[in-house]
């Protein structure tokens, strides 16, 4: 079963800066809330309905005698095959070895075993066996509710940056203030990976000052300039993006943060022609170039033509130097900086390749000089003056003091509102002491005529305490003083909306949500289902795509595709931009439509913009707007398996890879990872001479001629044979690179024959029941924020019984996970004396 895993040892953290969070962890006391009801699990009221009876033949045979024939041949205390004794084990006590029978179910639902070859039993006898055991073990779990080990959550990077934008109106960088975060059971939201070291504790106390300054408006000093390039392997050939406008060719589209009312300089760069030659294009004719706001052209400039021809040596380098930067006021805050090329209509350079076929970095487009970068330096200290409105003053700002008198007062109002979103509870005067004392500092030490406000200075320096504390960092939960060790409880309202809200959103709770939980209405079955359609209606659950799905599916792996530009010179940023946003908008569609997750193996349509059209072969799509697109029933484009992002993530930069293909449908629909591979098997020979390659098929039977790999390629190499009319980064083929014709030919141990994608999406559907286990184990694993163990087994069965009457709905399945136990209960620990 995935995600089964043993205990972990607590990480040992220290440090000078360590202390700051550990002084405030000690002062954390369990506080008793009212209990009534909190220690039942929040599915025993139905247990009835929550374990279907097992059923059976009156003449079959009991699990047992099933086990004795087929199994304990192998699996028996003397041979201990795999380290497993089934004659060993009691049928009788079930839970008593949980981890082991969910381990058999599993295997015996995929057909893995009894392994091919020996005697097996029919299919139904086997269903009946594995539904005799999740029986037993749901009843188990309902009898006795287990939620699993409990975790202590620091708010990973995109949790932190979503924070901040939601308590403070702010967009940030995170990648510029903090380290990537560790990820674990394939999730950076896992608390087992998301430690606290010394020096991650200095980057907190860095990014908390320069939050504080950016939400108010205050800039220390000059700020360094910074560089925004545009991929080298960009074609500028024609518009390639909707944040720019029609009629534009090229360049470059950025959200950026201007942090203050002020002055920038903006420094344009163009590509070079990478021979020595210098610019490329700025000898031929004059080209106009663009700089927009948000939509608006704030500056414009003609490059290139006779006057450029004419120049020479200093005077040519000064031109291009004068014609490329310029200076514009902006307001403070998030803008759409967009510049690019007005488009000519004129015809391509004779070339042998259709120009959507070329991929040269130095001669792309036809000629045309293409921007490189773009440098924006500002505001100057002198410059900055202090703010009276911006998104960020306007969210934080609940009151404005209108005399000296009024500063204290509206600054503890100012704090506490932002101290009760950023510790997702209420908060009391404890709470606010650390605060109100910096804010005290601040504004003592401010002021005059030369300095910034007092006001605004304590308010910083408040802020910055908010922002270090570890009832910000940190998910806190209690446990009530009279729950017994190792005994359920049910979490608080509170609690339960920041799970819901770091789930859904990867974010804070809003103000309805909150509210909702301070009443401890939350854990109603209807206001808690009504705050789910909520959550997701809302457009942070893009975060469920960004977050959830693109770790899931690899995503964000997408722009670091480096396919090998000998072979596979047509590959482009402009090809791994729309691989990225083909199926970043097919999951954010079964989300937003709330359709059937099984939609993702053979959904009849997909988003394509030409760029993508062109590459699957698909006619009648022109210009750079992603649209939906339907496909036939004999696409092979439906579904996951049919989209660029996966088929070249699981490819060799200069080769398909049936075994990464295999293993990636073993892993995410049948939800049976291969073991690791034998440290001492080679990798398949490289052969630079493409007409002396070998069929695919023929390279992997040397895998096949050990037989301890054997077991697992039989199944896995199959799997991607079936893909191999896909090239590694997607593209249709009929023959390989040595003229071959492919053979996409498939036939699975049980004997299940099929040819190419169309027929294996049949075979994946005859499996549905297998990717909706997967599915829904990676949907927990990540709601939870922790590895699962077999005590969540029963969990995800039941899951999924409810989510079938919603035809799999994909809300069906977040709603039985936000109502599962593990969700909603806690194991309760010993008390440190």
């Not at 041979?79 to 009788?92: E, H």
């Not at 050939?237 to 406008?245: I, N, Q, T, V």
């Not at 943060?257 to 760069?269: I, N």
């Not at 930067?325 to 007005?342: D, E, N, P, T």
Request: with cysteine.
């Amino acid at each position: 079963m995935r995600g089964l895993v043993p205990p972990k040892r607590r990480r040992r953290e220290g440090g000078r800066r360590l202390a700051l969070i550990v002084a405030v962890l000690c002062f954390i006391v369990p506080i008793a809330h009212d209990l009534q009801g909190r220690g039942a699990s929040p599915q025993t009221a139905s247990a009835a309905q929550a374990v279907p009876p097992a059923t059976a033949a009156a003449d079959a045979p009991s699990p047992r005698a099933v086990f004795d024939k087929y199994c304990v041949t192998c699996h028996n205390q003397r041979m201990k095959t795999g380290g497993l004794a089934l004659d060993a084990l009691d049928l009788a006590q079930l839970s008593e070895h949980a981890e082991v029978w969910e381990k058999v179910v599993r295997k015996i639902r995929t057909g893995a075993m009894p392994p091919v070859g020996r005697p097996r039993p029919d299919k139904a006898l086997s269903e009946s066996v594995a539904s005799s055991l999740e029986a037993g073990l749901d009843r188990a779990a309902l009898e006795h509710p287990n939620p699993g080990r409990p975790t202590l959550h620091r708010l990973n990077r995109v949790e932190y940056r979503n924070a901040i934008r939601d308590m403070l109106a702010l967009e940030i960088d995170p990648a510029s203030l903090l380290p990537a975060d560790n990820a674990a059971y394939g999730f950076d939201n896992n608390a087992d990976a998301l430690s606290l070291s010394p020096a991650l504790t200095e980057r907190y106390l860095g990014a908390a000052a320069k939050i504080s300054q950016m939400a108010l408006g205050r800039v220390r000093g000059s700020p360094s300039p910074e560089t925004i390039f545009v991929p080298t392997d960009r074609n500028q050939g024609s518009r390639f993006s909707d944040d720019l406008p029609w009629g534009s060719r090229g360049g470059l589209a950025v959200h950026y943060y201007f942090p203050v009312d002020s002055e920038y300089l903006f420094e344009l760069r163009l590509k070079e022609d990478g021979a020595g030659g210098g610019i490329r294009g700025l000898t031929a004719e004059p080209h106009q170039l663009d700089v927009s706001l948000d939509h608006d052209r704030v500056w414009t400039s003609i490059i290139g033509g006779p006057e450029f021809a004419k120049a020479r040596g200093q005077e040519r380098t000064e031109k291009i130097l004068h014609a490329l930067r310029f200076r514009s006021s902006v307001k403070a805050g998030s803008h759409l900086v967009q510049m690019y090329f007005l488009q000519k209509t004129s015809s391509f350079l004779e070339d042998l390749f259709d120009p959507y076929l070329r991929r040269d970095p130095y001669r792309a487009g036809n000629g045309e000089p293409d921007l490189s970068s773009v440098t924006i330096i500002g505001p100057n200290a002198s410059d900055t003056v202090a703010m009276n409105d911006s998104s960020s003053r306007r969210q934080l700002f609940v009151c404005q003091p209108t005399s000296t008198a009024d500063e204290a007062p509206c600054a503890k109002k100012i704090i506490a509102a932002l101290a009760r979103r950023a510790y997702r509870r209420p908060v009391a005067d404890d709470d606010l002491q650390i605060p109100l004392a910096r804010y005290r500092d601040g504004a003592s030490k401010a002021g005059g005529k030369a300095g910034p406000p007092s006001f605004d200075s304590g308010l910083e320096l408040a802020m910055r305490s908010i922002l270090v504390s570890p009832k910000f960092l940190f998910r806190f939960e209690s446990q009530p003083e009279t729950a017994a060790p190792n005994t359920p409880y049910r979490i608080t309202d509170l609690e339960l909306a920041s799970r819901l809200s770091f789930f859904v959103w990867s974010s804070i709770p809003d103000d309805e949500l909150l509210t909702i939980a301070e009443r401890k209405t939350l854990h109603n079955p209807v206001v808690l289902d009504q705050q789910v359609r909520r959550l997701l209606a809302d457009p942070r659950s893009e975060a469920l795509v960004s977050n959830f799905a693109g770790q899931w599916l690899h995503i964000r792996n997408v722009s670091g595709f480096r396919p090998s530009p000998e072979l596979l010179f047509h590959f482009d940023d402009n090809l791994r931009q729309a691989f990225e946003r083909e199926t970043a908008l097919f999951f954010d569609s079964i989300i937003r439509e709330n359709r059937s997750v099984l939609d993702l193996l053979d959904a009849d349509y997909t988003f394509l913009n030409e760029r993508l059209a062109r590459h699957y072969g698909i006619p009648g799509v022109y210009g750079e707007r992603f649209r939906r697109v339907s496909l036939p029933s004999d696409s092979v484009r439906r579904g996951l398996l049919g989209q660029g992002s996966i088929l070249t993530d699981t490819s060799r930069a200069n080769r398909t890879s049936p075994v990464i293909r295999g293993k990636w449908i073993l892993e995410n629909i049948f939800g049976t990872p291969p073991p690791p591979p034998l440290a001492n098997v080679p990798e398949l020979k490289e052969e630079k001479n493409p007409a002396k390659v070998l069929p695919m098929r023929e390279q992997m039977a040397q895998h096949r001629a050990n037989p301890v790999c054997a077991s697992c390629h039989a199944q896995m190499d199959e799997l991607g044979f079936a893909l191999e009319n896909f090239d590694a980064i997607g593209e249709w083929r009929d023959s390989d690179a040595a003229g071959s014709p492919i053979d996409a030919s498939a036939k699975l141990p049980d004997g299940t024959k099929f040819t190419g994608p169309v027929e294996l999406r049949k075979v994946l559907l005859n499996h549905s029941d297998d990717f909706l286990t997967t599915l829904t184990d990676r949907l927990l694993t990540y709601a939870l924020g922790r590895g699962l163990e077999a005590a969540d087994v029963p969990a995800i069965r039941r899951i999924k019984r409810e989510a079938a009457r919603a035809n799999y709905r994909f809300a069906s399945l977040i709603q039985g996970i936000v109502a599962s136990t593990p969700f909603q209960m806690r194991m309760a620990q010993e008390r440190a004396n």
